[in-house]
């Protein structure tokens, strides 16, 4: 029995985390995760602030998926004080949630296929995603941390020029991700790397609490939010799900995840070309209690929020899906042959650390120390 | 060996080898699109500024600070690259259009913006005594007149503090920023937790129960997180007080208070009423909000007493012929002296007159009573005798 | 094997994230790609402090990372260049009340800032290509130094 440490700093690794693997000889048994690097108190420093100041904090809880942060909070805000907002922002908000799933999901695969040694397919799927981010730049304004939405709408509108230009694009860019999706599935190394590899069973989904496409891969389709949405009701959205658990199958869901939120923003599209009027109503926030779901990415976002009148957050929880996906890391690190293996198998669950540490205490020389906050 | 022919032959059969030289000379992707945000904006017109502010108070990153510049004789606001995260705050809060972040001001201009700020304003309902100076100096017209008192419109009120400056009175516009709200948030926290656990020491603190002012209460629920006793929120009533007094420290408005006095600014100032150019109108008596115009007895015309007298302004201003004139407070009060001291007596004369014509009539009544018996018993008396009299002239006459 | 051969004259860059929210990362990703592609101005992004010429550093100091930042610092070989990518890096950011140092000049010295919530690849990119040449001559020097002395 020996112990590898992965982390902070690997190569494979886009954040800090400490990973200790317990190795019999070649084989993983166990594995010890060690977080708190990336510990910023973004929940604290919310409290008492405006919350139009706190939707551009809740933005960069992660980087990866900020659209959809932003999205959980404004609804949960408008679900509290009950403003309905127009069908324009309700549709440019799905277009725009869906183009940074696309966006997620393919640097998700593109990881993978780093620490599977496959280079030339991660740089394809580099390259194709780029033209997401264009059409993300385009109708927002930045390619990451848009803020593109308000409590009551969205911040801009898209006119026909940009109409044309995403219809073109998304031609473009779904016969790509059909080739790469193509050669993904029927490239021999990758099968011989992924499939049968951190195999998580359908009764240990249940038991772990995983979500997201590492749910679905395992047979739970309704684990997706996305179906208790109205407007994704509206477009008619049906999951993606498999049956085998293992690494293939977690990034065969993405891929097919990534056709979904095309055909999702076409429809959607063609929907907001219906619609006429404004793209954000005047709200008034009234005070309360609510909690707000919404399928991220890497599965299930919960925004649990107090308010008072006139919109100052007198309290807020956000409960992210690593902790976990990370969770059920343990259990497919059964199957897990290498310690190579063990490595891609931890990028096939997509973690995002910056997502999950956001505790209010820090435990010092075993006492627990409530963290103040210092003003500048 | 086999698979990386594959790939190989994967590679060409697909010609990525012409996408990828085209993607390598792809020059658009160097140059940013039209709605690219810059960081950080830019003070398109600063010509235009009114050196408000808001764009400071709405900034989440502390990214803006006011710095006074020569070429425009104003405050203008100076954006830190180093802490810009192109959020575009500022751009939307701006009352007079200065900044400007890619085409964001042009294409957002007319649209719904709730105004975030680091300080938010209120008018203390309790001490103001609606002199409108607030309405005057606002300027972007927030401040609105409701069912007789002045209320701030926050969503959209930036925070200027020209309404402070403006203020006769001493806190009468409360200013809650975030520090002290995420301090009374920590700390009602705690005392809730402490509730919770039954650790809560209750003593009994204040003397009075303590009432809600329902002006400046941001219905924030912290003094009911806390409370032993019981609030109700929505009518704004303490229902059930212990008198434990943690209300009082957690409330960030200081909406839940026994007591507060009014305390104008300014003492050095007084106003007098010149009745030389006095028409006897009474307008001023009626637009004052602190009580201190009276009428004189004497000469029938308003004065105004220094002592009560907040300094407002409010009756100067709506004096028809401007007989409201700023002195010094030794003159007014000399001035005034001689008006109070004489409807002092004529109140007093007035008092005695009324007490003396109330014992009169007491008196003149039992007068009558008295008189009424007497003059009775004598008709009796009378009637008894006569009867008398007759009867012996009957009898002798038989 | 040839690829580890012309990677060894090229110029190191580590990636340290000290606790941002991932974009300024994903950016750095994106440089990968062929369209920025930041190998062909022999750029080389790993993750080993040990070998890197170039740290670049993203996200606001944590408190848990302030130790660590200078360690890795003190791992890095001597002529080094630190670029700091990203709003939270150059001043804290928005997470300026949070757990934070806020800025990593306030732990090791920083020779370029970048700013931008995130900034965009191109200009990463231009960025480590105008600073890191320095380096490389430094280290060219050191190296001939040190053959002039084994010759002596």
């Given at each position: 029995m020996s112990t590898v440490p992965i982390g902070?700093?690997?190569?494979?690794?886009?954040?800090?985390?400490?990973?200790?693997?317990?190795?019999?000889?070649?084989?993983?048994?166990?594995?010890?995760?060690?977080?708190?690097?990336?510990?910023?108190?973004i929940e604290k420093i919310m409290e008492g602030k405006h919350c139009h100041k706190g939707i551009h904090l809740a933005e960069r809880v992660c980087g990866i998926c900020s659209y959809i942060h932003t999205m959980t909070f404004a609804e949960c805000i408008e679900h509290i004080s009950k403003i309905e907002i127009p069908d324009k922002a309700r549709y440019l908000r799905v277009i725009t949630c869906e183009l940074e799933r696309i966006h997620s999901h393919l640097i998700a695969s593109a990881v993978y296929n780093l620490s599977i040694e496959h280079e030339t397919l991660a740089m394809w799927l580099l390259n194709v995603r780029e033209i997401v981010m264009d059409l993300m730049e385009m109708i927002s304004g930045n390619r990451i941390n848009m803020s593109y939405n308000v409590i009551g709408g969205v911040r801009r509108d898209i006119n026909r020029e940009m109409m044309d230009e995403i219809y073109k694009k998304l031609d473009e860019f779904e016969e790509e991700i059909k080739n790469i999706i193509e050669v993904f599935e029927t490239g021999p190394l990758?099968?011989?790397?992924?499939?049968?590899?951190?195999?998580?069973?359908?009764?240990?989904?249940?038991?772990?609490?995983?979500?997201?496409?590492?749910?679905?891969?395992?047979?739970?389709?309704?684990?997706?939010?996305?179906?208790?949405?109205?407007?994704?009701?509206?477009?008619?959205?049906?999951?993606?799900?498999?049956?085998?658990?293992d690494n293939f199958a977690r990034m065969m869901v993405r891929h097919e995840e990534v056709l979904e939120s095309v055909r999702l923003i076409r429809k959607a599209l063609e929907y907001y070309e219906e619609c006429s009027g404004d793209i954000r109503v005047k709200?008034?926030?009234?005070?309360?209690?609510?909690?707000?779901?919404?399928?991220?990415?890497?599965?299930?976002?919960?925004?649990k929020m107090e308010i008072t009148d006139g919109g100052i957050i007198k309290r807020i929880m956000i409960r992210t899906p690593t902790v976990m996906n990370l969770e059920a890391y343990k259990y497919m690190l059964k199957t897990c042959p290498t310690v190579a293996d063990a490595v891609s198998t931890y990028t096939s669950i997509d973690p995002c650390i910056s997502c999950t540490e956001r505790s209010i205490y820090i435990v010092k020389d075993g006492k627990e120390i409530p963290v103040g906050v210092k003003h500048p | 060996m086999a698979s990386s022919l594959w790939y190989l032959y994967e590679f060409a059969r697909r010609k990525w080898i012409?996408?990828?030289?085209?993607?390598?000379?792809?020059?658009?992707?160097?140059?940013?699109?039209?709605?690219?945000?810059?960081?950080?904006?830019?003070?398109?017109?600063?010509?235009?500024?009114?050196?408000?502010?808001g764009c400071k108070e709405s900034c989440p990153a502390f990214a803006v600070e006011m710095i006074y510049s020569e070429e425009f004789q104003k405050n203008i606001p100076l954006i830190d690259e180093g802490s810009c995260i192109a959020c575009a705050n500022c751009v939307e809060m701006c009352p007079t259009g200065v900044l400007e972040i890619d085409k964001h001001r042009i294409e957002t201009e007319g649209l719904f913006f709730d105004k975030p700020k680091y300080n938010n304003l209120l008018i203390d309902d309790e001490v103001c005594v609606h002199c409108g100076n607030c309405e005057r100096a606002c300027p972007i017209n927030v401040i609105e007149r409701k069912e007789g008192r002045y209320v701030i419109n926050m969503s959209q009120c930036i925070s200027c503090k020209e309404c402070i400056n403006a203020c006769p009175i001493e806190d009468a516009i409360i200013v809650v920023d975030e520090k002290t709200l995420k301090e009374k948030i920590e700390k009602a926290f705690e005392i809730k937790t402490k509730k919770i656990m039954g650790k809560l020491e209750v003593k009994e603190v204040i003397k009075e129960v303590p009432h809600i002012v329902d002006s400046i209460c941001l219905t924030c629920g912290l003094c009911k997180d806390v409370c032993v006793g019981e609030i109700d929120l929505n009518k704004k009533v303490i229902v059930n007080c212990v008198k434990c007094g943690f209300c009082i420290d957690v409330c960030p408005t200081t909406a839940i208070r026994t007591h507060k006095e009014i305390v104008p600014k300014r003492k050095d100032i007084c106003?007098?009423?010149?009745?030389?150019?006095?028409?006897?109108?009474?307008?001023?008596?009626?637009?004052?909000g602190s009580g201190a115009i009276k009428i004189s007895k004497e000469t029938k015309l308003p004065y105004i007493i220094p002592d009560l007298c907040v300094r407002g302004g409010a009756c100067a201003r709506e004096c028809p012929v401007g007989a409201i004139k700023i002195v010094k407070p030794e003159e007014a009060e000399k001035a005034v002296k001689v008006r109070i001291i004489e409807d002092k007596i004529i109140e007093t004369i007035e008092k005695d007159l009324i007490s003396f014509t109330k014992k009169y009539g007491k008196v003149k009544e039992e007068i009558e009573k008295l008189s009424i018996k007497k003059l009775k018993e004598e008709l009796r008396k009378k009637v008894y005798e006569e009867n008398k009299r007759i009867m012996k002239k009957k009898r002798e006459l038989q | 094997m040839i690829k580890e051969l012309f990677r060894k004259r090229s110029i190191h860059v580590c990636v340290v994230n000290t606790g941002g929210c991932n974009g300024c990362d994903i950016e750095i990703v994106s440089c990968l790609s062929p369209r920025y592609d930041i190998e062909?101005?022999?750029?080389?992004?790993?993750?080993?402090?040990?070998?890197?010429?170039?740290?670049?550093?993203?996200?606001?100091?944590?408190?848990?990372?302030?130790?660590?930042?200078?360690?890795?610092?003190?791992?890095?070989?001597?002529?080094?260049?630190?670029?700091?990518?990203?709003?939270?890096?150059?001043?804290?950011?928005?997470?300026?009340?949070?757990?934070?140092?806020?800025?990593?000049?306030?732990?090791?010295?920083?020779?370029?800032?970048?700013?931008?919530?995130p900034p965009r690849p191109s200009e990463i990119i231009e960025t480590i290509l105008k600073v890191a040449p320095k380096a490389i001559a430094m280290r060219e020097k050191l190296i001939k130094e040190k053959m002039e002395k084994n010759e002596v």
């Open positions: 902070p700093i690997h190569p494979v690794l886009k954040e800090p985390l400490r990973i200790k693997l317990v190795l019999d000889g070649e084989k993983p048994v166990d594995a010890e995760i060690e977080m708190g690097y990336v510990h910023r108190g990758i099968a011989l790397r992924s499939k049968d590899i951190g195999i998580l069973p359908y009764h240990e989904v249940m038991r772990t609490r995983a979500v997201g496409p590492v749910c679905r891969a395992s047979g739970l389709p309704e684990s997706d939010w996305r179906l208790r949405h109205a407007t994704y009701q509206e477009l008619d959205f049906k999951p993606v799900w498999r049956t085998e658990g709200a008034e926030i009234k005070g309360g209690k609510g909690v707000w779901k919404n399928e991220a990415h890497r599965g299930e976002v919960t925004y | 012409k996408r990828f030289i085209n993607a390598k000379s792809d020059k658009s992707s160097y140059i940013p699109p039209e709605r690219y945000r810059k960081v950080p904006p830019i003070v398109k017109y600063p010509e235009r500024c009114i050196s408000c502010e106003y007098m009423v010149d009745e030389d150019m006095c028409i006897g109108c009474r307008i001023c008596q009626k637009v004052c | 062909q101005y022999g750029i080389y992004v790993h993750n080993n402090p040990r070998e890197a010429d170039v740290l670049l550093i993203t996200g606001p100091v944590t408190l848990q990372w302030a130790e660590r930042l200078k360690e890795i610092y003190e791992k890095t070989p001597e002529p080094k260049v630190v670029v700091a990518v990203g709003a939270c890096a150059l001043s804290g950011g928005i997470f300026k009340e949070g757990h934070v140092i806020g800025g990593v000049h306030k732990v090791i010295p920083v020779d370029a800032k970048i700013p931008g919530c």
